[in-house]
């Protein structure tokens, strides 16, 4: 986007370099976690009229770099630097010494040349409207599409929720354009109607961009007073008041929980009370899960990354998630009600705040649950920033946090695992403890969350082992006795799912047999 007289459009811009793996002397203007979004290009490649500071741990006064130290380009190793060609693909900063893995890098400078990706919320509207309704020649798939759903994972799913809040699911002949949505991994909405946007940031991790907006209120669906930002609202605003509101189910992990303040989706802003749930609404927590998912065709998690403690959780909701999209078709076509919701409550104690969380007590397990849950914030961002829309360009850079939500957590049982949700074929039968959360590891932030990365613990072999160890937790032979014992218990788990609308018969028994594949692979049964 340009001004009206032809020249640059300016504005400042905040950018974040973290979670690096490994040292590097140059990084993207938005690097390590982010770097699926293109840098904005700076105004001027003059650092004093920027600032870069560093600090290991999200809420950390920020260190400033002196602006000798680091430049725009690409350098090496000896801070020799090259300047970034006129529109490169990317854009670069280089800095004395490198960037280190143990340090969030943050840039505020000025920048020039914002795209206008609200758009994408329109052509996405008038591209599925045509392709559904339109009758003319040009159409390649005219009379072929009856009906219209959309699913979204992590930053498309709240994309989705984003395009539906934003009051896009009426097409330009005020008809309906998805009649149904899965908003998966995604318990916020995603700045993108905003002077300056980068689609591949996420909103609000508690140790990546957590002042990047996005999270701001409304979560709910249905209207909710929100008294810290003022305002009044749900999701469903705009396509209840034009005829339009498709059927959604929303699914999420547990790391939403501890990551995304999924809580706010569901509760008041003081944790005291469920809100309720509009009917075209389901809400399905696949517990004890992480933000991506874990590949089926592996028997156990890979080794631990450099960056966290733990290993990977090992939970995985493929066929379940199966059935939920095949559900949403029936609802849809026929008008066949799913399963109903499942998910944590306040009311009945499987929602709560942190410090009541009953984590067992591991062997060499990070007990300091209250740092794992992230904060949600209210911020000022400049009398330009729509809060409420997520709209507008921010003026204000970092922003001003003015109080913070009170987030909750779902409780536990004995084994660390989540009470309420949907629960898998191994969590039904579990050979460890499954979190939506891992911690950072040394050299890395050490404390922080490792953002979207959950936690699989194994439990010990034996009861003697776990005695040894001081693991309260029952081991595998005093539950399951032998891998007999354990096929047993997952065949049962199968059925059950079945029966609960969250397997597909058909899957079953490829559920089965990855469940038993896991057990096999995992060195565990004595």
């Known amino acids: 986007a340009q001004a009206s007289d032809g020249s640059s459009i300016t504005g400042l811009?905040?950018?974040?370099?973290?979670?690096?793996?490994?040292?590097v002397p140059y990084s993207p203007i938005v690097g390590g976690f982010s770097t699926s979004s293109r840098g904005y290009a700076p105004a001027s490649l003059d650092t004093t009229q920027a600032t870069l500071t560093q600090r290991v741990h999200e809420q950390d006064p920020r260190e400033p770099i002196a602006s000798s130290d680091w430049a725009y380009g690409t350098c090496d190793a000896?801070?020799?630097?090259?300047?970034?060609?006129?529109?490169?693909?990317?854009?670069?900063?280089?800095?004395?010494?490198?960037?280190?893995?143990?340090?969030?890098?943050?840039?505020?400078?000025?920048?020039?040349?914002?795209?206008?990706?609200?758009?994408?919320?329109?052509g996405t509207r008038d591209l599925v409207a045509y392709l559904h309704n339109s009758s003319d020649g040009s159409n390649p798939v005219a009379g072929v599409i009856q009906h219209t759903l959309v699913h979204g994972t992590s930053q498309s799913g709240r994309y989705v929720r984003t395009f539906l809040d934003l009051g896009f699911n009426q097409d330009e002949d005020r008809g309906l354009v998805f009649e149904g949505m899965n908003p998966h991994i995604s318990s916020a909405r995603i700045a993108l109607n905003i002077r300056f946007g980068q689609p591949g940031r996420v909103a609000g991790l508690q140790h990546t961009e957590h002042e990047y907006p996005g999270a701001e209120s409304p979560m709910t669906?249905?209207?909710?007073?929100?008294?810290?930002?003022?305002?009044?609202?749900?999701?469903?605003?705009?396509?209840?008041?034009?005829?339009?509101?498709?059927?959604?189910?929303?699914?999420?992990?547990?790391?939403?929980?501890?990551?995304?303040?999924?809580?706010?989706?569901?509760?008041?802003?003081i944790g005291a009370r469920d809100l309720p749930i509009p009917s075209l609404v389901r809400i399905y927590h696949l517990a004890s899960t992480q933000h991506g998912g874990f590949s089926p065709?592996?028997?156990?998690?890979?080794?631990?990354?450099?960056?966290?403690?733990?290993?990977?959780?090992?939970?995985?909701?493929?066929?379940?998630?199966?059935?939920?999209?095949?559900?949403?078709?029936?609802?849809?076509?026929?008008?066949t009600s799913p399963p109903a919701s499942r998910y944590a409550h306040i009311a009945d104690g499987t929602l709560v705040r942190p410090e009541q969380v009953g984590f067992p007590q591991i062997p060499k397990v990070d007990?300091?649950?209250?740092?794992?849950?992230?904060?949600?914030?209210?911020?000022?961002?400049?009398p330009t920033f729509d809060t409420f829309n997520v709209s507008g360009y921010q003026s204000v850079e970092p922003p001003i946090r003015i109080a913070d939500y009170t987030v909750l957590a779902p409780q536990v049982d004995a084994d660390g695992n989540d009470l309420d949700g949907v629960h898998s074929i191994t969590l039904q039968a579990p050979l460890g403890t499954y979190t939506g959360w891992n911690t950072r590891a040394s050299g890395f932030g050490q404390?922080?969350?490792?953002?979207?990365?959950?936690?699989?613990?194994?439990?010990?072999?034996?009861?003697?082992?776990?005695?040894?160890?001081?693991?309260?937790?029952?081991?595998?032979?005093?539950?399951?006795?032998?891998?007999?014992?354990?096929?047993?218990?997952?065949?049962?788990?199968?059925?059950?799912?079945?029966?609960?609308?969250?397997?597909?018969?058909?899957?079953?028994?490829?559920?089965?047999?990855?469940?038993?594949?896991?057990a096999t692979g995992s060195g565990l049964f004595p």
């Open 367 to 382: 007990e300091e649950l209250g740092v794992l849950l992230n904060r949600r914030s209210l911020y000022y961002r400049g």
């Open 78 to 122: 000896n801070f020799n630097v090259t300047p970034d060609p006129a529109n490169p693909s990317q854009y670069h900063v280089c800095k004395r010494g490198g960037f280190d893995t143990n340090h969030i890098y943050e840039l505020i400078y000025t920048a020039k040349d914002p795209l206008v990706l609200g758009l994408g919320f329109a």
């Open 221 to 269: 669906w249905g209207d909710y007073d929100d008294p810290l930002a003022k305002a009044k609202g749900g999701l469903l605003d705009k396509c209840r008041a034009t005829s339009t509101c498709p059927k959604i189910l929303q699914t999420v992990t547990d790391t939403e929980y501890w990551q995304s303040a999924m809580s706010s989706d569901t509760t008041d802003d």
């Open 447 to 518: 404390g922080d969350a490792c953002d979207l990365t959950g936690s699989f613990i194994p439990f010990a072999r034996t009861g003697a082992d776990r005695q040894t160890s001081g693991d309260p937790r029952l081991s595998i032979a005093e539950r399951y006795g032998d891998t007999a014992g354990y096929n047993a218990a997952v065949t049962e788990a199968a059925t059950r799912l079945v029966t609960g609308g969250f397997l597909l018969p058909n899957d079953a028994g490829a559920a089965i047999a990855q469940a038993e594949a896991q």
């Open 13 to 23: 811009v905040r950018s974040e370099i973290s979670m690096l793996t490994a040292p």
């Open 297 to 335: 065709m592996a028997a156990m998690p890979p080794a631990a990354t450099p960056v966290c403690e733990q290993l990977p959780n090992a939970n995985s909701y493929t066929y379940n998630m199966r059935a939920i999209l095949i559900a949403l078709e029936s609802w849809v076509l026929d008008d």
